[in-house]
């Protein structure tokens, strides 16, 4: 997943940039707004985190240059000091998506920039998730793989769906403790015994491994995206 920062604030910047590469994603940064106009047309991005007062072109300018002239439909969501309700139906007005005040959490960005990618792809209504040979039915909570039922833990099929809705993508064990368990954090060998269960669930003999350890970032699911449903 790539997230492209425009902010000018080096600190600002610089503290987006680590947590969100550290929670898995790709990202590059613009320190202005025609550069950050100009990266947001020549690449895919997931996720645009656009500040507002921003040298050269304000970040209202360049959400409407987006949206009205490139006709791109990449989620932004805007980063401000401004806090009126005026001012944020300025943003929506101009095409962002979401907006957040100054100062933020960097849980709550990673939180937005999660929930932000699953509208973008189709993930938030879906009935069903489907990643290679494995299903999740959202609505039942069963389990298949190959059409053999799986029984998971409640903690587990909370793991297995944050991992099947965004497959490829490295969770930091920040991020995945975060979304599973929420303020209560569970101590340091839970997670890791987790995914061990849930591995061990998901294959039998002469069945490949889907969940893979990232050493020193995190776990994937693993998927051809070709086979992501």
């Not at 050269?56 to 401004?82: F, I, Q, W, Y």
Request: glycine share 6%.
């Amino acid at each position: 997943m790539r997230v492209l920062v425009i902010e000018d604030d080096v600190s600002i910047a610089t503290n987006l940039f680590d947590y969100l590469e550290n929670a898995g994603y790709e990202v590059d940064l613009a320190s202005s707004g025609p550069a950050g106009l100009q990266l947001a047309l020549a690449e895919p991005w997931d996720v645009i985190l656009l500040d507002l007062a921003l040298p050269g072109m304000d970040g209202l300018t360049l959400c409407r240059k987006l949206r009205e002239e490139a006709h791109r439909d990449t989620p932004v969501l805007m980063l401000t000091a401004k806090d009126t309700l005026d001012d944020k139906l300025a943003g929506f007005v101009h095409g962002a998506d979401d907006y957040l005040v100054k100062p933020f959490s960097l849980r709550e960005v990673g939180a937005r920039v999660s929930a932000l990618i699953k509208r973008y792809k189709g993930n938030v209504t879906a009935a069903t998730l489907r990643c290679a040979d494995v299903q999740l039915d959202l609505t039942t909570l069963a389990v298949e793989r190959a059409g053999r039922s799986i029984k998971l833990s409640p903690k587990c099929l909370q793991l297995l769906r944050v991992l099947m809705q965004s497959p490829n993508r490295v969770f930091s064990r920040t991020e995945l403790e975060n979304e599973v368990w929420g303020e209560q954090l569970p101590d340091s060998d839970t997670l890791r015994t987790h995914v061990y269960t849930l591995r061990r669930a998901l294959a039998t003999p002469g069945e490949g491994d889907l969940i893979e350890t990232v050493h020193g970032l995190g776990y994937r699911f693993i998927l051809n995206d070709a086979h992501a449903s």
